[in-house]
C-alpha cells in the first residue's frame, strides 16, 4: 500500500526518502526514527523508532526533517576462545525469524544474519559452552521443503558425536514439522538436538531470540537428555523456555513469544534464562519419563543409532469440511499419490452419510477413500488440537474403518512427517500399514496428560 498524496508532498518537500532517518517534532513530542513503507492508512507516516517499534503519525501538525544516518560500529569479530572445561555445542543455523534484520526498502524482515553474528550478540552463550557455528542454509521455513530435512537430518548424523549437543535455528512457521522430521530420522541418537527459533527479529526491542537460545544451550550442559526437541518461551515474559518434545509440539499463535504447546503431553522441562532446569514429568533412572502421556518412551536413548534420513513426497495432509466434495480427493488419488493423511472433524469423522438430496455425493467420498485405501494409505487424524481420534464411537466412523482408514494419535502434522517416512522405507502397502498402526519412537500418545489441555 502506498502512501496518500499529501504524505509524499511531505517527504518530497524535505527530500526525504523510504530507509532515511528523520527527526520529527509533533506538539510536545519528539521521535527519531526511519521512514518505513505505509503499511495501513495512506495519511499515517509509519516510522521506526530507535527501540525497534514502530509508530504512526499523522501528518497535520508535524514537522521533520532529514538526518543523517547513524554510523553503524564495526561489526564484532567473534573471537573463539576454547575452554577445554566447558562442554561443545554446535549452532547450525538455517533460517528464519531468530536470524533475520529489518529491510528498509519494505519494511519487512530478511534473513541476513549469520551465526558468527548471533554470538557476537549474545556473548553469554560463551560463559555457558563452547560454541561452534555453521550455516546450513539461509530461508523461510515456509519454503522448507523435506528435501532439506533430509540435508538437515545427515548433517547431524555427520557433526553429532564431535559435540555434546546441537542447536538448530529455524523458522518458527513450520519448525514443528522439521522437529518431527528429525525425529524419525536420528532415531536413538544420544546426544540432545533442539531446535529454536525466534517470533520477534533480533533487532527488535522485544526479541525472544537471545533468551530461547540461552535456555536451549542452558539445557543442553544441564539436563541430562538425547534426543530431538523444541525450546521456546513458555510465556510472554522472558523468564523460562519449554523445551517440547519434537514430535508433540504445535505453533499456536501467529505470534506472541510463548505460541508453541505441547499437545496432549506436558513439556519435558522448564528452563530459566539463569540456567536452572525443572523436568515437569518424572525423570526416572536412564532418562526413562513415567507417569504421564509419555510414558514408555526413553529420552536416553539406549538402542543403536540409526540415521534414517528418507522420505516419499507422494503425501499429503487435506483437510476435511463442510461441502468436501470426492472429486478433490480423487485428484490425489490420479496424481500417484502413496498416501493421505486426513484431519477430520471431531473424533475422526468426515461427510459420508447421505441424507437428503444436498448430500447425495457423500457416498461418493466413501467409495473413493474404501477404493484409494487399496493401494494408497489413508490415515485419519483430527483438526480438534488435543485429544484422541476414536472411529468406535458413532456409525460414521465405524464406515471409516471399515474403508480402510488407519486413526492415528498424533498431530496431523507428526502424521503426515511420519507417513512420507514411512513409504520412504516401504513400498509395500500392508507392511506400511502396519508401521503406521505401531508406536515406533513414542508418536503415538497412548494415554493423554490432563494438565497439557
Same mark, same amino acid.
Given at each position: 500500500?502506498?502512501?496518500?498524496?499529501?504524505?509524499?508532498?511531505?517527504?518530497? +518537500?524535505?527530500?526525504?526518502? &523510504?530507509?532515511?532517518?528523520?527527526?520529527?517534532?509533533?506538539?510536545?513530542?519528539?521521535?527519531?526514527?526511519?521512514?518505513?513503507?505505509?503499511?495501513?492508512?495512506?495519511?499515517?507516516?509509519?516510522?521506526?523508532?530507535?527501540?525497534?517499534?514502530?509508530?504512526?503519525?499523522?501528518?497535520?501538525?508535524?514537522?521533520?526533517?532529514?538526518?543523517?544516518?547513524?554510523?553503524?560500529?564495526?561489526?564484532?569479530?567473534?573471537?573463539?576462545?576454547?575452554?577445554?572445561?566447558?562442554?561443545?555445542?554446535?549452532?547450525?543455523?538455517?533460517?528464519?525469524?531468530? !536470524?533475520?534484520?529489518?529491510?528498509?526498502?519494505?519494511?519487512?524482515?530478511?534473513?541476513?544474519?549469520?551465526?558468527?553474528?548471533?554470538?557476537?550478540?549474545?556473548?553469554?552463550?560463551?560463559?555457558?559452552?563452547?560454541?561452534?557455528?555453521?550455516?546450513?542454509?539461509?530461508?523461510?521455513?515456509?519454503?522448507?521443503?523435506?528435501?532439506?530435512?533430509?540435508?538437515?537430518?545427515?548433517?547431524?548424523?555427520?557433526?553429532?558425536? +564431535?559435540?555434546?549437543?546441537?542447536?538448530?535455528?529455524?523458522?518458527?512457521?513450520?519448525?514443528?514439522?522439521?522437529?518431527?522430521?528429525?525425529?524419525?530420522?536420528?532415531?536413538?541418537?544420544?546426544?540432545?538436538?533442539?531446535?529454536?527459533?525466534?517470533?520477534?527479529?533480533?533487532?527488535?526491542?522485544?526479541?525472544? !531470540?537471545?533468551?530461547?537460545?540461552?535456555?536451549?544451550?542452558?539445557?543442553?550442559?544441564?539436563?541430562?537428555?538425547?534426543?530431538?526437541?523444541?525450546?521456546?518461551?513458555?510465556?510472554?515474559?522472558?523468564?523460562?523456555?519449554?523445551?517440547?518434545?519434537?514430535?508433540?509440539?504445535?505453533?499456536?499463535?501467529?505470534?506472541?513469544?510463548?505460541?508453541?504447546?505441547?499437545?496432549?503431553?506436558?513439556? &519435558?522441562?522448564?528452563?530459566?534464562?539463569?540456567?536452572?532446569?525443572?523436568?515437569?514429568?518424572?525423570? !526416572?533412572?536412564?532418562?526413562?519419563?513415567?507417569?504421564?502421556?509419555?510414558?514408555?518412551?526413553?529420552?536416553?536413548?539406549?538402542?543403536?543409532?540409526?540415521?534414517?534420513?528418507?522420505?516419499?513426497?507422494?503425501?499429503?495432509?487435506?483437510?476435511? +469440511?463442510?461441502?468436501?466434495?470426492?472429486?478433490?480427493?480423487?485428484?490425489?488419488?490420479?496424481?500417484?499419490?502413496?498416501?493421505?493423511?486426513?484431519?477430520?472433524?471431531?473424533?475422526?469423522?468426515?461427510?459420508?452419510?447421505?441424507?437428503?438430496?444436498?448430500?447425495?455425493?457423500?457416498?461418493?467420498?466413501?467409495?473413493?477413500?474404501?477404493?484409494?485405501?487399496?493401494?494408497?494409505?489413508?490415515?485419519?487424524?483430527?483438526?480438534?488440537?488435543?485429544?484422541?481420534?476414536?472411529?468406535?464411537?458413532?456409525?460414521?466412523?465405524?464406515?471409516?474403518?471399515?474403508?480402510?482408514?488407519?486413526?492415528?494419535?498424533?498431530?496431523?502434522?507428526?502424521?503426515?512427517?511420519?507417513?512420507?517416512?514411512?513409504?520412504?522405507?516401504?513400498?509395500? &502397502?500392508?507392511?506400511?500399514?502396519?508401521?503406521?498402526?505401531?508406536?515406533?519412537?513414542?508418536?503415538?500418545?497412548?494415554?493423554?496428560?490432563?494438565?497439557?489441555?
Amino acid at each position: 500500500m502506498d502512501y496518500s498524496l499529501s504524505v509524499k508532498k511531505l517527504l518530497s +518537500r524535505e527530500k526525504i526518502s &523510504i530507509g532515511d532517518r528523520v527527526q520529527i517534532e509533533k506538539g510536545k513530542n519528539s521521535f527519531e526514527g526511519i521512514v518505513m513503507p505505509n503499511t495501513g492508512d495512506p495519511d499515517v507516516l509509519v516510522v521506526k523508532l530507535n527501540n525497534g517499534y514502530n509508530v504512526g503519525l499523522e501528518i497535520g501538525d508535524i514537522k521533520i526533517k532529514k538526518m543523517p544516518p547513524l554510523k553503524r560500529p564495526a561489526a564484532r569479530k567473534f573471537k573463539y576462545e576454547y575452554d577445554k572445561s566447558k562442554k561443545n555445542i554446535l549452532i547450525l543455523h538455517t533460517g528464519g525469524t531468530i !536470524a533475520s534484520k529489518i529491510d528498509y526498502e519494505t519494511g519487512g524482515v530478511i534473513t541476513a544474519i549469520e551465526p558468527e553474528d548471533l554470538i557476537a550478540a549474545i556473548p553469554e552463550l560463551m560463559k555457558i559452552a563452547n560454541i561452534h557455528t555453521e550455516l546450513v542454509f539461509q530461508m523461510w521455513s515456509e519454503d522448507m521443503e523435506a528435501d532439506h530435512w533430509i540435508l538437515l537430518a545427515k548433517k547431524i548424523a555427520q557433526e553429532h558425536e +564431535r559435540f555434546d549437543g546441537i542447536i538448530i535455528t529455524h523458522g518458527t512457521d513450520t519448525i514443528h514439522y522439521t522437529s518431527a522430521a528429525l525425529s524419525f530420522m536420528l532415531q536413538n541418537i544420544r546426544k540432545p538436538v533442539i531446535l529454536i527459533g525466534s517470533q520477534r527479529s533480533s533487532d527488535r526491542g522485544s526479541s525472544d !531470540a537471545a533468551m530461547n537460545l540461552l535456555c536451549a544451550a542452558h539445557f543442553i550442559v544441564n539436563a541430562d537428555f538425547s534426543g530431538v526437541a523444541l525450546c521456546m518461551h513458555a510465556s510472554m515474559d522472558d523468564d523460562d523456555c519449554y523445551v517440547h518434545d519434537g514430535l508433540h509440539v504445535r505453533k499456536m499463535h501467529t505470534s506472541r513469544r510463548d505460541a508453541f504447546r505441547s499437545i496432549d503431553v506436558m513439556p &519435558i522441562a522448564k528452563v530459566s534464562r539463569t540456567g536452572s532446569v525443572e523436568f515437569m514429568t518424572k525423570y !526416572a533412572e536412564h532418562g526413562k519419563f513415567k507417569g504421564s502421556a509419555s510414558a514408555g518412551v526413553d529420552y536416553k536413548r539406549k538402542g543403536e543409532f540409526k540415521s534414517l534420513p528418507v522420505f516419499n513426497k507422494k503425501v499429503a495432509l487435506v483437510r476435511m +469440511r463442510p461441502g468436501f466434495s470426492y472429486k478433490e480427493l480423487e485428484f490425489y488419488e490420479k496424481s500417484g499419490y502413496h498416501g493421505i493423511v486426513l484431519e477430520g472433524t471431531g473424533l475422526g469423522q468426515a461427510p459420508i452419510n447421505s441424507i437428503d438430496k444436498y448430500t447425495r455425493h457423500h457416498a461418493l467420498l466413501l467409495s473413493a477413500i474404501k477404493r484409494m485405501s487399496k493401494s494408497c494409505i489413508v490415515v485419519m487424524t483430527s483438526q480438534c488440537i488435543y485429544g484422541k481420534v476414536n472411529l468406535n464411537v458413532y456409525s460414521t466412523g465405524r464406515k471409516l474403518l471399515d474403508a480402510g482408514v488407519i486413526p492415528v494419535q498424533m498431530t496431523p502434522e507428526a502424521a503426515f512427517v511420519k507417513l512420507g517416512w514411512v513409504l520412504g522405507h516401504t513400498k509395500n &502397502i500392508e507392511s506400511a500399514k502396519n508401521l503406521m498402526q505401531m508406536n515406533l519412537i513414542g508418536e503415538q500418545v497412548e494415554r493423554i496428560d490432563p494438565r497439557a489441555f
